[in-house]
């Protein structure tokens, strides 16, 4: 399975919409199996939508993410988990022992991937 983090510096982008990379993940029997980034420059949403879903990504994990793009991604047979904030290496390690949810990866108004 693939799955991306929106990135933003060393961590998790605040905003999936004004993201400018990707961390790509190919998971292997819930582990990390390789790694690459890929870059957004100027591209609209509607086409970074196109890529991310030709990119083969299932899950998506992000700070804020706008309800436009959320539903088009959502169409797109990708799902999102958005509310999280951190290290990406801390955010995925969490994510592939099930411990995602926990209060340091929430941004504050966020409760399991819903706005509070």
């Known amino acids: 399975m693939k799955m991306a983090i929106s990135m933003w510096e060393d961590r998790i982008s ?3 919409d004004a993201a400018s990379r990707l961390l790509i ?4 029997n819930q582990k990390e199996a390789s790694c690459f980034e890929t ?4 591209e609209e949403l509607p086409h970074r939508c196109v890529r991310i879903r030709g990119l083969g990504i299932r899950t998506l994990i992000c700070g804020a993410v706008s309800t436009s793009f959320s539903k ?9 988990i958005s509310g999280i904030s951190g290290h990406p290496e801390a955010v995925l390690d969490a994510y592939l ?3 995602l949810y926990h209060s340091k990866f ?3 108004g966020f409760h399991r991937n819903k706005a509070c």
């Open 14 to 16: 605040p905003v999936l």
């Open 39 to 42: 870059y957004f420059e100027g």
């Open 72 to 80: 088009m991604l959502e169409a797109s047979g990708i799902n999102i």
């Open 106 to 108: 929430l941004m504050p």
């Open 25 to 28: 993940v190919e998971i292997v």
């Open 97 to 99: 022992r099930g411990n």
